[in-house]
């Protein structure tokens, strides 16, 4: 898979969070084109990282989560973290949601290489907790809402 796969994903993602009336604002100075971070409405913040390596393995700069749950902290919401996997008959994605790094659907403490966390699916997340559709993904983050 290439990154604009990774990028269709994301704009699917986005795209099913729109469509069940969430208000996204891209957060310009946290995240970036690859992992961008957005406000929602009534939710909190919200980190997407898109991986299209099986089992998922995802690497995030650990400054950047920090940000994210700083900022959501500094203005009294939650802050969310998509863990999104390409799946590979292009259908959107499967994937996790995770509220920090240390709750579950985490099951093991998350690696740190240098100053990224890396997770990696088999050895970090319960399979079970595992969100089998973009739109399934969408509607559970959402039911957070307030």
């Known amino acids: ?9 994301l704009q699917q993602y986005l795209a099913a969070l ?5 208000v996204l604002e891209r957060i310009d100075k946290l995240g970036s084109d690859e992992q961008p971070v957005l406000r929602i409405a009534g939710l909190g913040y919200l980190l997407v990282m898109v991986t299209a390596d099986l089992p998922g393995l995802w690497s995030v700069d650990q400054a950047l989560v920090t940000a994210v ?13 998509a863990l999104l996997i390409t799946r590979r008959d292009g259908r959107g994605a499967n994937g996790y949601i995770l509220s920090d790094f240390s709750s579950s659907p985490i099951k093991r403490d ?5 100053d990224r966390l890396v997770i990696r699916e088999k050895r970090h997340l319960d399979s079970l907790r595992l969100i089998l559709s973009t739109d399934k993904q969408a509607d559970l983050l959402l039911r957070q809402r307030t």
């Open 69 to 81: 749950q700083q900022q959501a902290s500094n203005e009294g919401v939650s802050s969310w973290f």
């Open 1 to 9: 898979m290439t990154e604009a796969n990774n990028a269709t994903v």
């Open 18 to 22: 729109q469509a069940r009336d969430a």
């Open 110 to 114: 998350v690696e740190h290489e240098g």
